[in-house]
């Protein structure tokens, strides 16, 4: 790919790292976080805010909950030519966001990559991506999802209301009953089965995240309410057949 394009990641939370670490064999790689960072991931640099706003293309790596303020604050350092990318697991409200506050020479495309430094641990091939260009060129859209499929991901496109309603019912309930089982504090056992070991995995996959990304994905998805609703409606419903056999 080319080494002199400058990509930025903003944020260095488990994902922000993550994505800077396997961007960085194709583009230069420049980072910011509010909390410095000295022990960066190889080919990795350290960039001041406003550098870094003025890199080829910026990606936002930033709890959802603190995506606006991060926007509001830096979109006055934003360069013109500049495409930028959120990675937030909703869509509609960063998509919103990003099309209210970004001045209107400025490139954005939203993404959402379905995995992290858990899920990918074995590599990124066949990884689903979820890209939806909200106002971009057809060749700049064209050349990073040609790049995203290069590296092995599965691009998948969505509008962000599509996605939204999806994810309720997929990664959204996915992280809540990963929390629940937490909350239940399952343990391994010698008898466990093998559909036993796939929840403890579940819990693995959705409680090493930061509590705020579990929280910003319930309440920053207008379906997820819903999933909760029904989902409690169903629990509801067997135990009574249990209790009384209805």
Request: charged letters at 25%; aromatic letters at 10%; one cysteine or more.
């Given at each position: 790919?080319?080494?002199?394009?400058?990509?930025?990641?903003y944020?260095?939370?488990?994902?922000?790292?993550?994505?800077?670490?396997?961007?960085?064999?194709?583009?230069?790689?420049?980072?910011?976080?509010?909390?410095?960072?000295?022990?960066?991931?190889?080919l990795?640099?350290?960039?001041?805010?406003?550098e870094?706003?003025?890199?080829?293309a910026?990606?936002?790596?930033?709890?959802?909950?603190?995506?606006?303020?991060?926007?509001?604050?830096?979109?006055?350092?934003?360069?013109?030519?500049?495409v930028?990318?959120?990675?937030?697991?909703?869509?509609?409200?960063?998509?919103?966001?990003?099309?209210?506050?970004?001045?209107?020479?400025?490139?954005?495309?939203?993404?959402?990559p379905?995995?992290?430094?858990?899920?990918?641990?074995?590599?990124?091939?066949?990884?689903?991506?979820?890209f939806?260009?909200?106002?971009?060129?057809?060749?700049?859209?064209?050349?990073?999802?040609?790049?995203?499929?290069?590296?092995?991901?599965?691009?998948?496109?969505?509008?962000?209301?599509?996605?939204?309603?999806?994810?309720?019912?997929?990664?959204g309930?996915t992280?809540?009953i990963?929390?629940?089982?937490?909350?239940?504090?399952?343990?391994?056992?010698?008898?466990?089965?093998?559909?036993?070991r796939?929840?403890?995995?579940?819990?693995e996959q959705?409680?090493?995240?930061?509590?705020?990304?579990?929280?910003?994905?319930?309440?920053?998805?207008p379906?997820?309410?819903?999933?909760?609703?029904?989902?409690?409606?169903?629990?509801?419903?067997?135990?009574?057949?249990?209790?009384k056999?209805?």
């Open positions: 790919m080319d080494h002199n394009l400058i990509v930025g990641v944020g260095l939370g488990r994902f922000g790292t993550f994505w800077a670490e396997a961007l960085a064999p194709y583009f230069r790689i420049k980072v910011f976080s509010r909390t410095r960072r000295e022990n960066l991931p190889t990795v640099s350290w960039a001041e805010e406003e870094l706003c003025q890199s080829d910026l990606f936002f790596c930033v709890a959802i909950s603190s995506f606006a303020e991060v926007v509001r604050r830096t979109k006055n350092l934003i360069g013109s030519k500049t930028v990318f959120d990675t937030c697991s909703v869509k509609v409200y960063p998509a919103q966001i990003m099309e209210r506050e970004l001045a209107s020479s400025v490139q954005v495309i939203a993404t959402h379905m995995f992290g430094p858990d899920s990918a641990r074995r590599g990124l091939k066949g990884l689903p991506l979820v939806t260009p909200l106002r971009a060129k057809k060749e700049t859209a064209d050349f990073w999802k040609d790049f995203f499929k290069r590296i092995g991901l599965n691009i998948i496109h969505m509008t962000p209301e599509e996605h939204d309603r999806e994810a309720a019912f997929t990664q309930i992280h809540y990963g929390r629940v089982l937490a909350d239940l504090n399952l343990k391994p056992s010698p008898i466990a089965t093998l559909g036993y796939k929840l403890l995995e579940i819990v959705t409680c090493n995240d930061p509590w705020q990304l579990f929280l910003d994905i319930q309440n920053y998805n379906y997820t309410k819903e999933m909760r609703l029904r989902l409690h409606d169903s629990l509801a419903r067997i135990y009574r057949v249990l209790e056999g209805e």
